[in-house]
Nanobody
Framework: QVQVVESGGGLVQPGGSLRLSCAAS????????MRWFRQAPGKQRELVGF???????TVVDSVKGRFTISRDNAKNTVYLQMDSLKPEDTAVYYC???????????????WGQGTQVTVSS
């Protein structure tokens, strides 16, 4: 059984920073790309960015220069460092990871439960 759990959300003032974490645990053989998504009230879930197992990262234009994704493969954890936060960054942030539970087996996507980020004065 695999679990993906996000943490680190909260209330922050505009211009502030937060660091989200997402840890995968359980019967894990390997983890491929790990992604961050977000869903604002009344809007569709959207991709924020991703990081490959080799550490190559991509983020969407709306957060470029403000958000940074990193990962610790030894801890099966991905991070989202969010700086210069804006009210429009308010959303539930979700982690998604491609995980294989068997050696050399296929990977499937696992989702976390989400963590709320609210940017407001």
């Amino acid at each position: 059984q695999v679990q993906v759990v996000e943490s680190g959300g909260g209330l922050v003032q505009p211009g502030g920073s937060l660091r989200l974490s997402c840890a995968a645990s359980g019967s894990i053989s390997s983890i491929g790309p790990m992604r961050w998504f977000r869903q604002a009230p009344g809007k569709q879930r959207e991709l924020v960015g991703f990081i490959t197992s080799g550490g190559i990262t991509t983020v969407v234009d709306s957060v470029k220069g403000r958000f940074t994704i990193s990962r610790d493969n030894a801890k099966n954890t991905v991070y989202l460092q969010m700086d210069s936060l804006k009210p429009e960054d308010t959303a539930v942030y979700y982690c998604n990871a491609d995980i294989s539970v068997n050696w050399n087996g296929p990977k499937r996507g696992y989702w976390g439960q989400g963590t709320q980020v609210t940017v407001s004065s």
